[in-house]
């Protein structure tokens, strides 16, 4: 998954092989370190020298996806301090820090953006950040440069479309962007249950009633899922 660049999936993998795992595995480090990286790579296809710093930035998210939390942030606090030029570095630095750091994790994602101006998922959580915190002229401009860095992910539609729509700025927009997202990704839960808010907003209540049946729907499958994953 990580060689062809799907690094999401390749993520959600080994966030499940580092909750099985009782102690810290080298591999899974390694891999989580690539992905994390967002490098497409093979761990037999990278340069010995840059293995440290993969296998540290691995280790670190592994923390984090082990909710391990204080040890991660520590790690990837001297991380940056060590390679303030890294690509990707501040985002997930900034990402780890979200939940309980929220100021200082919008710091490290702009910061992120000083390395990599088309970071989409840096774009797409600087604005997720401000509209939570309803400042949607501040999170807006970050909205539109998500879709403009990758107008092929679904993430970044969703993202504009609900600014748009929850900010107020342009419904009939908002709305035409949330159908791109749902084309894009038909199962989102997200995108169905904004949709169907954004057709309430414009008076289309059958459509806002079907989006939220399917919305209600997904969720149903993911919570059964779930329970028979446990």
Request: proline share 5%; charged share 25%; glycine share 6%.
């Amino acid at each position: 998954l990580t060689r062809a660049g799907d690094f999401d999936a390749a993520i959600a993998v080994l966030a499940k092989l580092v909750g099985a795992a009782n102690q810290v595995n080298p591999k899974i480090s390694e891999a989580m370190g690539l992905a994390c990286l967002f490098k497409p790579v093979l761990p037999s296809e990278y340069a010995p020298s840059e293995r440290e710093f993969v296998l540290a930035v691995g280790q670190a998210m592994s923390d984090a996806a082990a909710r391990r939390a204080t040890e991660s942030l520590t790690a990837l606090q001297t991380l940056v301090g060590e390679h303030p030029d890294a690509p990707q570095l501040h985002y997930l630095y900034g990402l780890v820090l979200l939940p309980s750091d929220a100021d200082k994790a919008l710091e490290m994602l702009k910061q992120e953006l000083t390395i990599s101006p088309k970071h989409e998922k840096a774009l797409i959580s600087l604005a997720g950040e401000y509209l939570k915190r309803t400042e949607y002229n501040s999170s807006l401009p970050y909205a539109e440069r998500a879709v403009e860095a990758n107008p092929r992910d679904f993430a970044s539609h969703a993202m504009l479309g609900r600014v748009l729509t929850e900010g107020g700025f342009d419904l009939a927009r908002g709305t035409e962007e949330l159908e791109t997202a749902r084309r894009m990704s038909p199962n989102s839960i997200q995108v169905h249950f904004a949709l169907a808010s954004a057709y309430l907003k414009v008076g289309r209540k059958g459509d806002a009633a079907r989006e939220r049946a399917e919305f209600l729907r997904l969720r149903s499958e993911t919570d059964n899922g779930s329970q028979q994953a446990h």
